[in-house]
Nanobody, 118 residues
């Protein structure tokens, strides 16, 4: 069964923006309590951590996306978001959401494809 549902990906030109959404309902994750994260996976690679947000709202970003991406959450809706600005072709990947800490990880969702053209 699908527990984590990512959406909002698509095809954009370099410099464009996308807003990704993650629905965590039924996943066992409590947004606002668990530290949440966005990950991305390039072809043939492991998932890379992109950004995370704590229950207290504290945020951390991977170096490649600092200043361009912004993670946020809505605990009332059990959702997490990723605002992606100034997109680059190297941001092209499948994006996933999940808990940040290993002990809290849930089964991975299908992810959402982000493709940035030159």
């Amino acid at each position: 069964q699908v527990e984590l549902v990512e959406s909002g990906g698509g095809l954009v030109q370099a410099g464009g923006s996308l807003r990704l959404s993650c629905a965590a309902s039924a996943s066992g994750i409590i947004v606002g309590t668990n530290r949440m994260a966005w990950y991305r996976q390039f072809p043939g690679k492991q998932r890379d951590l992109v950004a995370s947000i704590g229950g207290d709202g504290s945020t951390r970003y991977a170096d490649p996306v600092k200043g361009r991406f912004s993670i946020s959450q809505d605990p009332a809706k059990n959702m997490v978001f990723l605002q992606m600005n100034s997109l680059k072709p190297e941001d092209t990947a499948i994006y996933y959401c999940n808990a940040y800490y290993s002990y809290a990880l849930r089964p991975w969702g299908q992810g959402t494809q982000v493709t940035v053209s030159s």
